[in-house]
């Protein structure tokens, strides 16, 4: 095992690179490749490749592309361990060790069990040096989802808040336009880009008729599946979501036995029904709910509100993420909450969380927030 002094430098390249897959590529993980070939003026960038949308080719199989006859004798840094399966191509640890890499740096494992360790280890019995957990943790960090439906069989949850400095997110008349400005909109629609879909309640659905879309210049294409947490189904048809669920899909997910017709009436707007058990109180059960959204291959949700979903899935310790956009202004106690009641009686039950990042959006605030361990 080798280690150079700009082998971090270039798996944070790797890992940039992977980043502009997250939103693409599920249920594949996002993973970039860096090739650099060591020459006498230092080491050079031959090669670069991320998963392409769909989760095929491979980082490896663009970066060797690119690289060409320079990839002999070169470092591949990959932000995750190269495939040792065979899918719709062969495994990606073949191709490299066939374009005669000499050295593989790897950040972490790859936690499917049909490659698990195999590829790092076939790398090896072919005398291929190989390097691991080279940024492992920001590794993990930027492939939670993947990680979390290998571990949990769910996607990862990310919530997020547009609320007022005092963390209401209406009025008392419920008026909410617009709590935070035009940066923080941009901003949430860049999250909507990176997630693979977007959750919302029906009271949410009905009252704000969103169409949960992504309009950022240049993403349009990018708009994740729509899905809305509507245990009786009460989604106007007339709704913008139901009226564009041909445009991009809507996955409504319910209760079973919810009259029959209505059901049919949504599934021939176009709208896909994912009944979901009931949990305690005859209300859906949210952790089957991830589950049935992570076999259709879903690995990263953001949840868009409102109340009492966020506090559902808090409730059952879901949310892995918080993304909190304040603006500053105070609405006061008769606001609506952004998050309903908890039901907690001590502090020291409370969900908690890290703050990992705070950025100014224009006049507000964005803070980041992760589940604490
Ligand atoms: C890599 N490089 O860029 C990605 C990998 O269905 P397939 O054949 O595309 O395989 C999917 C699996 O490949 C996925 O579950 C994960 O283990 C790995 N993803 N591996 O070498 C990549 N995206
Ligand atoms: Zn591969």
Excluded at 298 to 322: C, F, K, N, P, Q
Aim: overall charge neutral; aromatic content about 4%.
């Amino acid at each position: 095992m080798t280690v150079r002094p700009y082998d971090t430098r270039f798996m944070k390249m790797a890992l940039a690179l992977a980043e502009r897959g997250l939103g693409q590529v599920a249920p594949n993980p996002a993973v970039g490749c860096v090739i650099v070939q060591e020459g006498p003026d230092g080491p050079r960038v031959v090669g670069r490749g991320f998963t392409q949308a769909g989760g095929r080719p491979h980082a490896e199989t663009e970066a060797l592309k690119r690289a060409g006859d320079l990839a002999r004798g070169a470092t591949a840094y990959v932000s995750l361990e190269p495939c040792s399966h065979h899918g719709k191509t062969g495994p990606c640890a073949d191709a490299l060790m066939e374009a005669g890499v000499a050295r593989v740096v790897g950040a972490i494992a790859d936690p499917n069990p049909e490659v698990a360790g195999r590829g790092f280890a076939r790398l090896q019995a072919a005398g291929i040096d190989v390097t691991e957990n080279v940024c492992a943790a920001d590794a993990q960090f930027l492939n939670q989802g993947f990680f979390l439906t290998m571990s949990e069989r769910r996607p990862l949850v990310t919530l997020k808040i547009a609320s007022s400095l005092d963390g209401r997110t209406a009025t008392h008349e419920g008026q909410s336009k617009w709590i935070t400005g035009e940066a923080s909109r941009a901003r949430g629609h860049l999250l909507r880009a990176t997630h693979d879909a977007i959750m919302v309640g029906s009271a949410t659905a009905i009252v704000d008729d969103p169409e949960l879309t992504c309009r950022l210049p240049g993403l349009g294409e990018r708009s994740p599946i729509r899905i809305v947490a509507d245990g009786r189904l009460r989604l106007p048809l007339t709704s913008k979501l139901v009226r564009e669920a041909h445009k991009a899909p809507l996955w409504i997910l319910t209760l079973p036995n919810g009259d029959s017709a209505r059901r049919s009436a949504f599934e021939e707007c176009g709208a896909v029904l994912i009944d979901v058990e009931p949990g305690d109180g005859g209300l859906m059960d949210m952790r089957a709910a991830l589950g049935q959204i992570s076999a259709r291959g879903v690995t990263r949700v953001l949840v868009e509100g409102g109340a009492r979903l966020a506090a559902s899935l808090m409730r059952d310790r879901l949310v892995d993420r918080i993304e909190w956009f304040q603006a500053a202004k105070l609405i006061g106690g008769d606001g609506y909450p952004a998050i309903a009641g908890l039901g907690i009686k001590h502090v020291d039950g409370a969900p908690s969380f890290v703050l990992r990042e705070v950025l100014r959006a224009g006049p507000d605030t964005v803070s980041s927030y992760v589940r604490s361990a």
